[in-house]
């Protein structure tokens, strides 16, 4: 079983910075990636970034020139620097890491989630 705890939420203006930050604990073997995921009221899951273990990274358009994603895989965390943030931002956001075990059977893990709120 693998833990993940985010922290780093809250409320921020519109043309703000939040950075979000994720570490993962438990029975740990081998992480291949780490990502965000954020969700609001009525819609869908969606991606908002993720890094894999040897560096490559993926963003939402939404988010992209405004969200950055790095991640330390010898210390099992990942953060998100959003800056820029618009009201469209606003949503619970979970971290995500796809672990593989000792069977090499991979499986994703998520936090419990962050509230992020951009108003005014």
């Known amino acids: 079983q693998v833990q993940l705890v985010e922290s780093g939420g809250g409320l921020v203006q519109p043309g703000g910075s939040l950075r979000l930050s994720c570490a993962a604990s438990g029975s740990i073997f081998s992480i291949n990636a780490m990502g965000w995921y954020r969700q609001t009221p009525g819609k869908q899951r969606e991606l908002v970034a993720f890094?894999?273990?040897?560096?490559?990274?993926n963003y939402a358009d939404s988010v992209k020139g405004r969200f950055t994603i790095s991640g330390d895989f010898a210390k099992n965390t990942v953060f998100l620097q959003m800056n820029r943030m618009k009201p469209e931002d606003t949503a619970v956001y979970y971290c995500n890491a796809d672990h593989q075990g000792p069977s090499f059977i991979r499986f994703n893990y998520w936090g419990q989630g962050t509230q992020v709120t951009v108003s005014s």
């Open positions: 890094i894999t273990s040897g560096g490559a990274t």
